[in-house]
């Protein structure tokens, strides 16, 4: 299996992990369900602990640094589920649609194995959170990667779509969750917890002109109104499918 992940998830679990907020949304959307598939799993973020849950993941790397008392873990991808029809209460896929080959088969795949509901955590493309200004190739990407809302309902049927408020000190550091930190986009370390950083390669140019804005306090005097807020919506959307 073509895993990206194999090369770039080495150390996914320390940068990314749950973020209590979060998956207190995530749980409640999931409602009633007992029995859960969570596609495109990575190293168990977010998988509820009160329900039955299988994990499909398709990178080793991934895999192996799940904790031990997490789900069961299939090696295998959103467009090929090992699982009959209607083999789950619930299907969740949390960060994960952008990386997907052929969104529309993973779309089938999850509609297919679930009986009553879909959970997605997304970006919504349109979205033009600040660190997009500094690193224009992000906002190119998250065009190209993330699928517009639109197109997501279309194909999911009767849904809803939630807003995802981001916690100013939120505990898992996928792309926007620094929106009140900035200076973390200026640690290495830090970026490399979000595939959308490896994917635009050269970020020099945006990293000396943030890094001159904070210096010179221009950071913060263009977003006074980010400073006092606790929580931010940065596009991040949950999508719930009734099937
Ligand atoms: C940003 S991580 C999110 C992992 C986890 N859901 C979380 O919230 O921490 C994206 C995950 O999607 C997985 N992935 C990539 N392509 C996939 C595919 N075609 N089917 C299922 N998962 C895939 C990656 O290996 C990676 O673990």
């Known amino acids: 299996m ?66 031990s008392s997490s789900a069961l873990a299939i090696c295998a991808s959103a467009e090929s589920l090992p699982f009959d029809d209607d083999s789950f209460d619930a299907a969740m896929a949390i960060l994960t649609i952008h990386h997907w080959s052929d969104q529309d088969k993973g779309l089938q795949e999850i509609r297919r194995v679930a009986r ?69 986009y200026l640690d290495a370390a830090l970026r490399s917890g979000s595939s959308s950083f490896w994917k635009i390669g050269d970020v020099s140019a945006g990293l000396s002109d943030l890094e001159r804005d904070l210096k010179t306090g221009d950071w913060y005097r263009s977003h006074p109104d980010l400073l006092d807020q606790e929580t931010f919506d940065a596009g991040y959307r949950l999508i719930v499918a009734e099937l």
Request: proline share 9%.
């Open 116 to 184: 009553k509901r879909i959970v997605i955590l997304t970006f919504d493309p349109d979205a033009r959170p600040w660190p997009t200004r500094y690193f224009p190739k992000l906002a190119e990407l998250d065009a190209i990667a993330m699928p517009s809302l639109e197109s997501l309902t279309r194909r999911l049927g009767k849904s809803e779509v939630r807003i995802v408020p981001i916690p100013h000190d939120c505990q898992d550091g996928f792309l926007y969750a620094y929106w009140r930190r900035p200076e973390a």
């Open 2 to 67: 073509n895993a990206q992940y194999d090369r770039i998830g080495e150390n996914y679990s320390s940068n990314r992990k749950a973020d209590p907020r979060i998956g207190q949304l995530i749980t409640s959307a999931l409602g009633d369900a007992k029995t859960v598939i969570n596609v495109g799993a990575g190293t168990g973020s977010y998988e509820p602990i009160d329900r039955d849950v299988i994990a499909v993941e398709p990178s080793e790397k991934m895999i192996a640094q799940r904790p």
